[in-house]
């Protein structure tokens, strides 16, 4: 008995260093305008699983800014800072870094030129069914809770014992394999994994390079900062030009663009696209 018991914890082990240091690629397919139900966008996420703790992000946006960072670094070096025809793929700009054992949640975004670190508090409260489920390779089981103004089901495989998964959702007795809200609106599902890059060492975003400070918040001081920006987008570069920054827009050939018209153009495409998002992962920040 003790000799099969010792075997188990074996076996347990094995999977969970396994699930180490691995990057679980997940689909992330999402509604953002409930008015336009058939307009559905698709982005790719990484949930990067070290010792240390897990990053959840955009590809396509991580190469992007990786990018920008690498032309900036090395304008900067001649002081000549020059981003025509530089264009950010992505849409998903947040990330969320999750520290373990604790798993306390750091959830990074930006709101026009402003970058915030928002502490999440809240917990998701599971309630684990019996209903099981063979979704790609994983066996899985069936769990509910309520976050975030929305319901939502998970399917979680203890083949991978890490209370992790996509977004700030955690606390499972396994990998949550797939994730979405009762609307079918935000859905999230492994498409694949793979092992990290050999010298891969976890440290949290705070300690990021970057050119402004960042805003450190907790939920209901963001809360209130993104009411106002959706009040206001063009609040923050209205201050910068107040403060003396100056601000040049230029098109794709790189012509000077009037900055007068450029901004009004530019309040009334940030506008829009606000308005239309409506529907957005955490619908009790709308209230």
């Known amino acids: 008995m003790n000799k099969l018991i010792t075997m188990t914890l074996a076996l347990l082990l094995g999977a969970f260093m396994q699930a180490q240091n691995q990057r679980f690629i997940y689909e992330y397919k999402y509604i953002i305008d409930s008015t336009a139900k058939d307009k559905i966008e698709t982005e790719i996420m990484m949930l990067d699983v070290a010792p240390k703790g897990s990053k959840f992000y955009s590809k396509d946006y991580f190469e992007s800014d990786s990018t920008m960072r690498a032309i900036i670094e090395k304008q900067s070096k001649t002081g000549d800072l020059n981003f025509t025809g530089i264009k950010f793929k992505g849409k998903i700009r947040y990330s969320i870094e999750k520290m373990y054992p604790e798993y306390a949640v750091n959830f990074f975004t930006t709101l026009s030129a402003e970058e915030y670190l928002v502490q999440e508090s809240r917990k998701q409260d599971w309630k684990i069914l019996s209903e099981k489920e063979k979704i790609g390779e994983f066996n899985t089981q069936k769990a509910v809770c309520d976050f975030a103004g929305r319901k939502w089901t998970a399917w979680f495989t203890t083949d991978l014992p890490i209370q992790d998964g996509p977004y700030k959702f955690h606390g499972l007795p396994g990998l949550i394999v797939k994730l979405e809200d009762s609307t079918h609106s935000h859905i999230f599902e492994i498409k694949g994994s793979k092992k990290l890059p050999n010298g891969y060492e976890w440290t949290s975003t705070k300690e990021k390079h970057r050119y402004n400070p960042l805003i450190t918040l907790n939920e209901t001081k963001y809360?209130?900062?993104?009411?106002?920006?959706?009040?206001?987008?063009?609040?923050?570069?209205?201050?910068?030009?107040?403060?003396?920054?100056?601000?040049?827009?230029?098109?794709?050939?790189?012509?000077?663009?009037?900055?007068?018209?450029?901004?009004?153009?530019?309040?009334?495409?940030?506008?829009?696209?606000?308005?239309?998002?409506?529907?957005?992962?955490?619908?009790?920040?709308?209230?």
């Open 223 to 287: 809360k209130k900062a993104f009411k106002d920006y959706r009040n206001d987008p063009m609040k923050s570069e209205r201050q910068m030009l107040a403060q003396g920054t100056i601000i040049e827009m230029r098109d794709d050939s790189g012509k000077l663009i009037d900055p007068v018209k450029a901004r009004k153009e530019q309040e009334e495409r940030m506008k829009a696209k606000i308005k239309n998002e409506n529907n957005m992962l955490e619908l009790d920040i709308l209230k």
